[in-house]
C-alpha cells in the first residue's frame, strides 16, 4: 500500500530508456500503485519504450482484483497478474535467468515487498536457498529474486527497511546486492512517522535504484523529511563512502551531508577494539528464557542482574525499586555459565526510541554499586565491553563511555544504524581512541560531578584537534 506521492517518485527515480520494450516486474503489487505510477510516466513521455509488459505477483485475492482492474485501464499493455507466492512460485519454476534459457528477464522492476522475518527451517528461506540466496527477511528475499531474474542494465528501484545496511545476519543479502547491482541512488526519510503515517512499522525505509550488472560509480544520496518531498536535498558521493574499503561486514552507510565525521578524519581515532584488547559482546542473559530463576529484588542466592535502566554516564544505580524490571537472578547450575565477575564495565543500550536524541547511550558499570556481589547477570538489551568475560580497569570503562556519548560517535553510527537498535558487531566495526587516550579520558571524568554533552564534546575536540 505504498502512498502515491512515493509511487511517483520511485517512478521518477529510474534513468530515461530508449529501449522498445519494456519488461517490468512488480512482486506484491498490492493494488498496483508502483506499475501505475510506472506506467503513468510512460504515457506521459518519460521513457520511449514501444511496448510494454507488466508482470505483477499478488497472494491477496481481494487485492488482487483490483490490480487486474487498474492495469487494464492502459492501453498497448501486456499486463500479467500472476495469483501466488512470488518466492515460491520463482523457486518452483527455477525461477534464476540463467536456469531459463532462450527466456528475457525483467529490464525494470519496481517493488515495495512485505517485511516479515523467516525462519532458518522455512519453505520460504528453504526456497530462497535452493535458489542460491541467503535471505532472513522476505524484503531481501523479493529484491535477491528481483536482481536474479532480471537483464544485464535492468533498472530496480524498491522500498525497503534500512536495517539491511548493516548487522550480521544481513551480510549474505549485501554481498548478493553487491556482487551483482550496482547502487546509484538512496532517498531517506528523515521522519518515518510522517512518510508512512498510515502504517504501523515501525522500521526506518530507504528507496534504492540499483542497475544490474553495471560498474559502481559515485552514489546519489537524497533526504526529505516525508513523502511531501518539499525540502528534497540531493548529493553525491564517492563509493568508498558508501561502502568503507576496509569493512569486512561491507555495512552500507547512508550519508546525509557531504561533511566527512570528524572521526573518521581523525588520525587520533583509529584503534580496533583488537588493538585496545577489548571486546564488546551482547548481554548474555535472556530474560523470558530464564523467567523462573528472576527475582523482583535480592534476596538469599541471588545476584544482581543488570538492565538498561540501571545504567548512567556516571555509574550504577543498584538495586531500583520501581523499575518494573527484575533485579536479581538466582544463581545456580541454570544460570551459572551466562553470569560475569564483578567489576568495571562500559554497557551500551541496544535499543533507543526514535525520540530520543542520541542513538548511542553509553554507561558505566561500578562493581561498588553491587556491594559483596562477586558475580553479575548482564541482561540482553546491554552490549558490554570486557576483557574476556572479565571487568576493564576503571578509567579505562569510563574513558570509553565518554568517547562513546559523544555527539561525534552518534552521528558516525546513525550514517550505517539508522534504526533504533545498536548491535555489538556496529561498535566491533568502529575505531576508537587509543587505550592511553580513552584512559585519560576516564581519569578527567572520575573528576566530575556531572556532565553535560558539551562537557562530553569538548573531550573528544580537545583529542582530534
Not at 528453504?126 to 527477511?137: F, M, T
Not at 568503507?244 to 587520533?268: G, K, N, Q
Amino acid at each position: 500500500m505504498t502512498p502515491s506521492s512515493v509511487a511517483r517518485f520511485m517512478a521518477d527515480m529510474f534513468p530515461p530508456s530508449t529501449q522498445k520494450t519494456c519488461r517490468l516486474l512488480d512482486a506484491g503489487a498490492g493494488v498496483g500503485a508502483l506499475s501505475c505510477a510506472f506506467l503513468d510516466r510512460w504515457v506521459h513521455g518519460g521513457f520511449g519504450f514501444q511496448r510494454v509488459s507488466v508482470t505483477a505477483y499478488e497472494i491477496d485475492a481481494t487485492l488482487r482484483g483490483h490490480l487486474e482492474q487498474h492495469l487494464a485501464g492502459y492501453e498497448n499493455v501486456h499486463a500479467e497478474v500472476i495469483a501466488g507466492d512470488f518466492i515460491e512460485l520463482a523457486a518452483a519454476s527455477s525461477g534464476l535467468l540463467a536456469d531459463r534459457p532462450g527466456r528475457a528477464g525483467y529490464t525494470h522492476a519496481i517493488l515495495n515487498p512485505p517485511y516479515k522475518k523467516i525462519n532458518s527451517n522455512s519453505a520460504h528461506r528453504l526456497a530462497l536457498r535452493s535458489l542460491g540466496i541467503e535471505a532472513v527477511n522476505l524484503y531481501a528475499g523479493f529484491v535477491a529474486l528481483a536482481v536474479a531474474q532480471a537483464d544485464p542494465g535492468a533498472q530496480i528501484v524498491a522500498i525497503i527497511p534500512r536495517s539491511f545496511c548493516n548487522g550480521p545476519y544481513y551480510r549474505p543479502f549485501r554481498d548478493f546486492i553487491l556482487a551483482r547491482t550496482a547502487i546509484h541512488h538512496m532517498h531517506l526519510f528523515e521522519s518515518r512517522s510522517k512518510a508512512f503515517k498510515d502504517d504501523e512499522v515501525l522500521q526506518e525505509n530507504i528507496i534504492i535504484r540499483l542497475e544490474c550488472g553495471a560498474r559502481q560509480g559515485p552514489v546519489t544520496i537524497s533526504t526529505s523529511t516525508d513523502d511531501g518531498f518539499t525540502d528534497l536535498a540531493m548529493h553525491v558521493h564517492p563509493f568508498d563512502q558508501i561502502v568503507f574499503p576496509d569493512d569486512p561486514e561491507r555495512f552500507i552507510h547512508v550519508p546525509t551531508s557531504l561533511e566527512r565525521s570528524s572521526i573518521e578524519l581523525s588520525p587520533a581515532v583509529r584503534s580496533t577494539l583488537a588493538d585496545l584488547g577489548i571486546k564488546v559482546s551482547t548481554g548474555p542473559v535472556v530474560d523470558f528464557r530464564l523467567k523462573e530463576h528472576l527475582r523482583d529484588m535480592p534476596e538469599e542466592g541471588a545476584v544482581p542482574l543488570v538492565y538498561p535502566g540501571h545504567l548512567g554516564v556516571q555509574g550504577t544505580v543498584w538495586p531500583l525499586p520501581g523499575l518494573k524490571k527484575p533485579n536479581a537472578i538466582k544463581r545456580n547450575e541454570a544460570t551459572e555459565k551466562w553470569l560475569y565477575p564483578n567489576g568495571f564495565y562500559c554497557a551500551v543500550r541496544r535499543f533507543s526510541s526514535k525520540e530520543e536524541r542520541r542513538r548511542v547511550i553509553a554507561g558505566v558499570v561500578e562493581p561498588t554499586a553491587f556491594g559483596d556481589h562477586v558475580v553479575l547477570g548482564f541482561e540482553n538489551h546491554i552490549n558490554l565491553f570486557h576483557e574476556n568475560r572479565r571487568g576493564l580497569d576503571e578509567f579505562l570503562a569510563r574513558g570509553l563511555a565518554v568517547f562513546l556519548n559523544t555527539t561525534a560517535v552518534d552521528d558516525c553510527l546513525r550514517r550505517f544504524s539508522g534504526h533504533t537498535q545498536v548491535n555489538a558487531t556496529d561498535l566491533r566495526l568502529m575505531k576508537y581512541p587509543s587505550r592511553e587516550a580513552l584512559i585519560k579520558m576516564g581519569e578527567w571524568a572520575k573528576q566530575q560531578t556531572e556532565f553535560t554533552q558539551e562537557m562530553l564534546d569538548e573531550q573528544l575536540a580537545k583529542l582530534i584537534e
